[in-house]
């Protein structure tokens, strides 16, 4: 079995949900050598969080923004973790309910996602900055 990981910091984007795909794929060209196998990608940070949805239409990124944003409101007066802004704690909500890491099976040196799928950075902060990821793939 083969087991390879690369760091990778992603530019900084604008809240909402972003393809990143080719970037993870460009990150680790080793997974060319595995014939089956995973790879995990995870998100180090708390604010920001990682899900594989439609990769075609934009407007299905547009609405995950939309109902996140119903669903988890800023400026819930109840929150009490807000020095860092209106937008953070409900970052760090839709975090915890999108999660940090996505699974795909690697089949013949690619990755074995759906002909509509794709890898999303969902940002949920107004101004989160980079994001590092770290990509971990195995297989033989």
């Known amino acids: 079995m083969k087991i390879y990981q690369q760091a990778l910091q992603l530019r900084e984007r604008r809240r909402g949900f972003h393809l990143i795909t080719t970037d993870v794929v460009q990150a680790i060209p080793v997974i060319s050598e595995i014939k089956a196998g995973m790879c995990q990608v995870f998100i180090q940070h708390t604010s920001a969080s990682l899900t594989i949805n439609e990769n075609a239409d934009p407007t299905v990124r547009m609405d995950f923004e939309m109902y996140f944003n119903k669903a988890v409101p800023e400026n819930d007066p109840d929150y009490r973790h807000d020095e860092e802004g209106s937008?953070?704690?409900?970052?760090?909500?839709?975090?915890?309910?999108?999660?940090?890491?996505?699974?795909?099976?690697?089949?013949?040196?690619?990755?074995?996602?759906?002909?509509?799928?794709?890898?999303?950075?969902?940002?949920?902060?107004?101004?989160?900055?980079?994001?590092?990821?770290?990509?971990?793939?195995?297989?033989?």
């Not at 953070?88 to 799928?117: C, E, F």
């Open 87 to 140: 937008d953070d704690m409900p970052a760090h909500l839709k975090a915890a309910m999108l999660g940090t890491s996505v699974m795909i099976p690697i089949r013949n040196g690619k990755l074995a996602l759906g002909t509509w799928q794709g890898i999303y950075l969902c940002e949920h902060r107004n101004f989160g900055g980079g994001r590092k990821l770290m990509i971990t793939v195995w297989g033989i």
